[in-house]
Nanobody
Framework: QVQLVESGGGLVQPGGALRLSCAPA???????MGWYRQAPGKQREFVAAITRGRITNYADSVKGRFTISRDNAKNTIYLQMNSLEPEDTAVYYCNADGLSRTMLCPMAPYWGQGTQVTVSS
């Protein structure tokens, strides 16, 4: 098992911004990586994904507000979240798949513990 570690969550006012980071606990190279989120009492929801070649995909709900990026040398991905709304409140989970995979899918085997994002005035 490879553990992913997320950081950067916190409490922010509506309209504010946060930057999340995700990196493996030990050195390893991943293929596609991305972010999911889960609000209390709701299903896990896709947020954004990025391939090793930096091709990105976003959920409609975050397009134009969130930006995913990655540093392949550090095996780290980031999620810049701007114009945050109360509806963005959730635990954000990082996930990743191996180098043999091109696109991220929900069954990707590597996950982090999550980082809490709370958007409230």
């Amino acid at each position: 098992q490879v553990q992913l570690v997320e950081s950067g969550g916190g409490l922010v006012q509506p309209g504010g911004a946060l930057r999340l980071s995700c990196a493996p606990a030990r050195s390893i190279s991943f293929g596609p990586m991305g972010w999911y989120r889960q609000a209390p009492g709701k299903q896990r929801e896709f947020v954004a994904a990025i391939t090793r070649g930096r091709i990105t995909n976003y959920a409609d709900s975050v397009k134009g507000r969130f930006t995913i990026s990655r540093d392949n040398a550090k095996n780290t991905i980031y999620l810049q979240m701007n114009s945050l709304e109360p509806e963005d409140t959730a635990v954000y989970y990082c996930n990743a798949d191996g180098l043999s995979r091109t696109m991220l899918c929900p069954m990707a085997p590597y996950w982090g513990q999550g980082t809490q994002v709370t958007v409230s005035s």
